[in-house]
């Protein structure tokens, strides 16, 4: 018995932790890998017409640009089980005044999924995600 436990074991190397035990944050590549992410999200909202309006009058404004970008990254980190504290304000605070359509945040949240699948991140994964963009929908939709 003690042997066949010592292989089950044996085939897990000392850093590995197994995909079900491992937090999203972890599967995310944690904040290098969130921070990429981002950058990547923050670049495909830039290309699409459908939202990029919403972000072009930030590129005039770089102090802002990076601070809503690091709330970001500290948002995800937190809301995927990272060590990470989250600072910023909560959703219905920040996007009150921006009247957000449905048909907006759909367009989001796909260019969300996309930079996912480019990452290279594993489906269980992506659902995650976007269970947790689905819960944030009310408090950002029409505020």
Do not use: C
């Not at 999203?24 to 969130?34: H, K, P, S």
């Not at 640009?65 to 970001?72: D, E, L, N, Y």
């Not at 999924?113 to 269980?124: P, S, T």
């Amino acid at each position: 018995m003690e042997d066949e436990f010592t292989s089950v074991a044996g085939t897990i190397s000392a850093g590995e932790i197994p995909t079900e035990t491992k937090t999203l944050f972890e599967r995310l590549g944690r904040t290098a890998g969130i921070t990429a992410i981002v950058d990547d999200v923050i670049e495909a909202h830039m290309n699409n017409p459908a939202i990029n309006k919403r972000f072009f009058p930030y590129q005039d404004q770089p102090e802002r640009f990076a601070k809503i970008r690091q709330h970001t990254i500290d948002f995800f980190s937190a809301g995927s089980g990272g060590p990470v504290e989250y600072k910023g304000r909560d959703m219905p605070t920040t996007h009150t005044g921006m009247n957000i359509s449905e048909a907006e945040y759909m367009h989001t949240m796909d260019d969300i999924m996309m930079v996912l699948e480019k990452h290279q991140i594993d489906e269980e994964s992506k659902k995650e995600v976007l269970a947790i963009l689905w819960s944030l929908k009310g408090m950002i939709i029409a505020q």
